[in-house]
């Protein structure tokens, strides 16, 4: 009787992961199956590197959404990063319980405010002060970036602290056994250890930068042009799609599937990179 229940357990626990790889398979093959033809029509070297976009002239140019997706992300990391592991690390190692128990809930808080939240956020504190500081209409590669480092910091200080409070105690004390100091002892031997699941952290932190549309449209600018600097206007790719997919048809319609294709492809390239930074690291 208990070996059947074993049995029908693993059945169901089989179809759950099959499920998810049904979900992704489906995913894949409707965006190939649609984007791949647009790209043929449009031709590969006009919609990758093509810097005008005008569906009125039936000309697809992403690249300038390719240069702001990424201008963006990488706003997103250098900000959200440091800030998130610095602050998993004074959670894991210096926080007072007293303080931890306010600091804790709020971080947790963030992570369930919504997108649309954080944009009206971005709209009335950000967008302004950068406007007044440093000039410009405030809608830009900075704004976004400064708000897109906000939203990504839950995941990476949830995951990075757990993986940190996961490290054996003997690490730390073989390091003060040694003579390190306290700082050095959880840089130096605690960090090391814990970096597979901090990698992780930033990847997930890295997905949600790259596929967040809502707040990025209510402060980047949204304007499909080479951004020319930190302070000027910018479009994502899938702002791109949210704006317009509501209104396209035809080759309108194909383009922006196929743009979804890009973002796929980048998100793949992304996670890629990191796993081989993280296979390397853990040889070393």
Known sequence: MAKSKEKIMEVVFLLAACVSILAVALICVFLFA?????????????????????????????????????????????????????TAVFLAWYCPEKIYKVVKPAVELLAGIPSVVYGFFGMVMIVPTIRYNMGGTGSSILAASILLGIMILPTIIGVSESAIRAVPGSYYEGSLALGATHERSIFRAVLPAAKSGIFAGIILGVGRAIGETMAVIMVAGNQARVPSGILKGVRTLTANIVIEMGYAEGLHREALIATGVVLFVFILVINLAFSIVKMRSNKE
């Open 34 to 86: 649609n984007g791949i033809p647009a790209m043929k029509k449009i031709g590969f070297a006009d919609f990758l590197l093509g810097t005008t976009w005008k569906p009125g002239n039936d000309i697809y140019g992403i690249f300038p959404m390719i240069l702001g997706s990424i201008y963006v992300t990488a706003g997103a990391i250098i900000i959200g990063v440091p800030i998130g592991l610095l």
